[in-house]
């Protein structure tokens, strides 16, 4: 038994494929736009950590705890 046969024989399996195809540019549109619009968000979390602000310095000014 070849695999052409087995295949063949195999006729609802296509619709499977189209719905994965469907979903895979649903996704992949998705991210790219995110990247294209949440360009200044995505920079601004990413100098996140530089950022010599100290949370706790803000907490102590309304007069929290620490």
Do not use: C, Q, W
């Amino acid at each position: 038994m070849k695999l052409s046969d087995v295949m063949s024989a195999a006729h609802g399996l296509s619709s499977y494929a189209e719905v994965a195809l469907v979903i895979f540019f649903g996704v992949f549109l998705g991210v790219m736009l995110d990247v294209v619009y949440a360009g200044r968000r995505h920079e601004t979390l990413g100098l996140l950590p530089l950022a010599d602000d100290d949370p706790r310095s803000e907490t102590l000014k309304r007069g929290g705890r620490p």
